[in-house]
């Protein structure tokens, strides 16, 4: 499900969480005020990108992770294809959906517009540092999460925080002590801000 591309105006990639859609996720788009965005929010098949925990070895989530993997790279490529470049784009994601958000910039790490991962961390049992590779060339990438968290360990996010920066990412990570499995008004402020710089760049652009 999406909102028409235009090359005059930035774009929000809404990546769900499992048992989620994209028609359903595309229905927090309000929260983050981008009427003027370009809005993507493409759907998992079986509602899962993946099918084991997200800390599992990456080959137990194959070959559904590289599906999905895929499915993010189109909706990437649509939105440059209509005229937008890479430094318009915001990837926001949920649980599962921030996880697939922050593994598929890591491994095509360029100048995005920015990153946002509502409680999530880099795939996989061990962070293999070859499967990344690329700039952000300061991309800002906000984390936000709960410790503890029933799915995402604290432990992880500070990993991918780590390697996120390595590539060159502005990382900024809050951690919320017993927030639960959700998203707080406090993370969805700090998302506004990202997107806002987005809205900024873009305008100054055309």
């Known amino acids: ?44 098949p079986d509602r899962t990108w993946y099918p084991y925990s997200f800390i599992a070895p990456v080959a137990e989530n194959r070959p559904a992770l590289d599906r999905s993997l895929a499915l ?74 709960s410790d503890p968290d029933p799915h995402v360990p604290v432990t992880r996010v500070r990993e991918s925080e780590k390697l996120l920066k390595s590539l060159g990412a502005e990382v900024e990570v809050q951690v919320f002590p017993n927030m639960g499995h959700g998203i707080v008004e406090e993370e969805i402020e700090k998302a506004k801000g990202v997107l806002e710089n987005v809205r900024k760049w873009m305008k100054n652009a055309r």
């Not at 499900?1 to 595309?26: C, K, N, Q």
């Open 72 to 145: 993010i790279d189109e909706a990437v490529k649509e939105i440059v294809g209509a005229g937008v470049p890479e430094r318009g784009i915001a990837l926001l994601g949920f649980s599962q959906g921030a996880c697939l958000a922050l593994e598929y910039a890591a491994r095509n790490a360029r100048r995005y517009g920015g990153v946002i991962a509502f409680t999530g961390g880099l795939i996989g049992r061990d962070l293999e540092e070859s499967r990344y590779r690329g700039d952000f060339d300061g991309t800002p990438v906000y984390i936000g999460t």
């Open 1 to 44: 499900m999406y909102r028409d591309v235009g090359e005059d105006t930035p774009a929000l990639i809404m990546i769900h969480g499992r048992g989620s859609s994209g028609d359903e996720f595309i229905s927090f788009a309000p929260h983050l005020g981008v009427d003027d965005f370009s809005v993507l929010a493409p759907n998992a």
